[in-house]
């Protein structure tokens, strides 16, 4: 990941971002939920990356280093949290039940909202976040050079045709390339 920076504090709001964009490697002092309400965004750290669509979110633990990148229009939603409640010390990907995500929608709406009705809405979604069952879907960073310098190529350009074969022969020797980047094979 590039150098990183602290944004303080995890913000609370929507951000649209453009296919393509980007928001570089940082961390916060609270917790937060990303979540793309439009569009695919991933979230990456040292310990893999996450695909985020708009049937998942993305736990992000406090002092977490992440960096997103949206892949076509993507309107970012996230809310910091200084809870915990569900008790993980690690990235996770989250089910968005229909009621969570209007719930994230609504919490991270530009109206603005009234005091009461904000803080009955923070408890809903602190329960609702509780029930939200994780799901391990993250491809872990590779730690063989190889690999990671394929996997930059398929990140960069997820549509790029080349096999894996012809991959390896841009970044050097293709042994040990056989596992990662999402299964894809010589073929």
Known sequence: ??????????????????????????????????YAGRGVLSVTTDAGSWIVP???????????????????????????????????????ALVVSPLLRELLLTYTTDEEIDADELRRLHLVLLDQLRRSPQRPTYLPTPTDARLAAVCDLLRDDPADP???????????????LSAGCAGRTSA
Not at 63 to 90: F, K, Q, S
Not at 162 to 176: C, Q
């Open 1 to 34: 990941m590039p150098e990183t920076r602290q944004l303080r504090p995890a913000n609370t709001g929507i951000r649209p971002i453009p296919a393509g964009g980007a928001i570089e490697a940082h961390w916060h002092d609270r917790n937060q939920i990303v």
């Open 54 to 92: 708009g049937t998942r979110a993305i736990w992000v633990p406090a002092g977490t280093l992440h960096e997103h990148r949206a892949y076509g229009e993507t309107a970012l939603h996230t809310v910091g949290l200084e809870e915990n409640p569900l008790g993980l010390d690690a990235p996770s």
């Open 162 to 176: 080349r096999t894996l074969t012809e991959l390896g022969r841009e970044v050097g020797p293709v042994s040990g």
